[in-house]
């Protein structure tokens, strides 16, 4: 527990971003207006977040069995973030709860006018 | 998506399975088994080769028509640049959340080149991580995804918006070459 | 380090208060769900911190599963509001139509 190697430097830095990181993704979710921005506050950088602190903590452990179980997280955050994000703006979308105060162009509302059926959700 | 039908005798139809045990499947299957046990010895490796197998004809998955061929640059200058645009698009979020004037946005439709599953599987969840956008509809008939995208004050930036979301596509063509058209798509 | 850890832990706990916060506000059940699962990410990072803390490695395993299926949550709820939304959706279009001219 003591200053004294850069690695150590390093990984407090990590650790420190990645949780300021966190911390914007969940003052995003209070402060953006509709959902589909919160979406973008829920997915960004919640997910560089998470990667800095998982970083941050395999600087600290130095074992290369951790560092593969992290490499794993990593990889699976990212995938799956990207999947909820999807399913949730979409549902959000067709459900009709966006608000078209907050936006300039929206070219898929002028195109479900004459939609082909939609797959499954 | 449309499951292929396979007709029995009685008449029915089922869903086909796909019996393939797919080699990229298994080697990461494999890999995955590994970093959780967090060494690597060679009765784990046979182990998770079993598992993996037993997986993959348990839980049978159509097969990715990925690509003909990886060009390893490209696909390194591809994830370079996909590393700084998550950087980016974390700055870029911040920013937004932390000001006070109102935001607005966009929802813009991008019309892709390929007519590769993969090739829009892979450019919609990069874009839902690089600065500005979120999938929202994906349509598999003319590949078009519809994207909303964060921050757009005007009509101009969603255009430029469109052409980075292409460019993005590009890279991706270039770093995965898809197999050639009559195969594509089918 | 330690004096790091207990400042990040700090701030983890004030965004998962912020969480709570939109959960109990979210005006539907849509917006709870995507701030469940961005409160299943804090504590991704609180039981990394955890680990980082104690220097241990048997809290991991748990990390994993928790990245690999928190988003389980936010696409189920996803798939079931998106059709009782649309058998009620009648009301919400005239909303949206009328509202933007």
């Not at chain 1, 009709?96 to 898929?108: I, K, N, P, S």
């Amino acid at each position: 527990m003591s200053w004294t190697t850069p690695l150590d430097v390093a990984a407090a830095v990590c650790i420190l971003l990645g949780a300021v990181l966190t911390l914007v993704a969940a003052i995003g979710q209070v402060r953006m207006p509709d959902l589909l921005s919160r979406m973008h506050a829920a997915t960004k950088p919640q997910v560089l977040g998470t990667v800095l602190i998982v970083l941050g903590l395999s600087l600290r452990l130095r074992e290369p069995g951790v560092v593969g179980l992290l490499l794993l997280v990593v990889l699976l955050q990212m995938a799956t973030s990207v999947v909820s994000s999807h399913m949730v703006g979409r549902a959000s979308f067709r459900a009709g709860q966006v608000r078209d105060d907050l936006l300039v162009v929206d070219e898929l509302s002028d195109e479900q006018l004459h939609e082909e059926p939609r797959g499954a959700p | 998506m449309s499951p292929v039908l396979r007709t029995r005798r009685d008449g029915s139809t089922r869903p086909a399975r796909y019996r393939a045990v797919q080699p990229l499947a298994v080697l990461w299957l494999t890999l995955v088994w590994l970093a959780m046990w967090g060494e690597v010895s060679p009765l784990l490796v046979v182990g998770g080769v079993l598992v993996a197998v037993a997986v993959c004809v348990a839980f049978p998955l159509p097969p990715v028509d990925i690509a003909s061929g990886l060009r390893p640059v490209a696909l390194a200058r591809l994830v370079a640049r996909f590393l700084v645009d998550v950087v980016r698009a974390s700055i870029q979020v911040t920013g937004v959340v932390l000001r006070r004037r109102p935001v607005r946005n966009a929802v813009v439709a991008v019309d892709l080149e390929s007519s590769s599953d993969f090739v829009m599987t892979l450019v919609a969840a990069m874009l839902s991580l690089i600065p500005g956008s979120v999938v929202v509809e994906a349509r598999r008939s003319t590949h078009t995804l519809y994207l909303h995208v964060l921050d757009v004050p005007d009509e101009e930036s969603a255009e430029e918006f469109r052409r980075d979301a292409l460019q993005l596509e590009q890279r991706v063509l270039r770093a995965l070459p898809p197999h050639a058209p009559e195969e594509a798509g089918a | 380090m330690n004096v790091v850890l207990v400042v990040a832990a700090g701030i983890l706990l004030v965004a998962a208060l912020l969480l709570v916060v939109r959960m109990t506000l979210g005006p539907t059940i849509l917006d709870r769900s995507v701030a469940l699962d961005v409160l299943v990410a804090v504590t991704v990072c609180a039981i990394a911190l955890h680990s980082a803390h104690t220097g241990s490695t048997y809290a991991l395993p748990v990390v994993v599963v928790l990245a690999g299926c928190g988003f389980v949550s936010a696409v189920s709820v996803a798939r079931y509001a998106s059709r009782s939304d649309d058998l009620q959706s009648g009301t919400g279009d005239d909303d949206r139509f009328t509202g933007r001219s």
